[in-house]
């Protein structure tokens, strides 16, 4: 496995320029007091699409997110004060997607004059090797979404079988991602969902490919098991949310 200066090495001029470039515009525009950077195209697992991730810290009062292009390749930004990323943090642990724990636990140093980085990355590698803290009313709460979600696409299914089965597809992935979080495990890139889903329970897996495989209408009553698999039921169920307290306009 590379080290971190041979990951930075071993990338390509393109990819090499548009990260110095990106530094650049992030010190001068930011005056950050720490960079990092991430990504497919940082472990060497770039492909057409892929851009550079960088966390930046800074030590002013506000966030900001900046999408652009350097040397042609897509630069997605993310700067933050210590303290607010630090709140993100706990967010994820609490929704259980690791995006911004994620660059930052596996991003490169590219920038660094203090100590804010390097306790960033250390909070960052802390939270993600404990896991999500997912709790039981917000998984209640994505179960009750999936099965709504899956109620409407077998409503409609004799009426509007193309809507229906868009509604099965967000079924399943609604499926998936509770089933993960049910496992006490980190929500994945939606693109690798459903392989997330197969590695976990390959039943599960082999039941979701069977229902693209099949004719459309088939869908709702091949995707019904793999909802009842995963929240007990295909249909309205009884639940009750915590008191939360209003603040008055």
Known sequence: MLDQN??????????REALKRAVDFIAERFQPTGILVAGTIIRGEGHANSDLDFAVI???????????????????????????WEKTFASEVRSGQPSMLGICSTGIAVYDRGTDLAELVTKAQQRYTDGPRVSTEHLTGLRYALVTQFEDAADIENADLERSNAYVINSLQQAARLFILQSGQWLPREKRLFDRLADLDPRLGSQL???????RTAWVELAAPIVERVAGTTRFFGWESEPQPVVPQ
Do not use: C, M, T, Y
Request: net charge positive.
């Open 6 to 15: 041979e990951r930075l090495s071993a990338l390509s001029p393109i990819h």
């Open 58 to 84: 800074h030590d002013k009062p506000w966030r900001q997110r900046v999408q652009r292009f350097e040397n042609g390749i897509p630069v997605e930004i993310f700067v933050n004060p210590l303290f607010q």
């Open 209 to 215: 490919r069977a229902v693209f495989a099949a004719p």
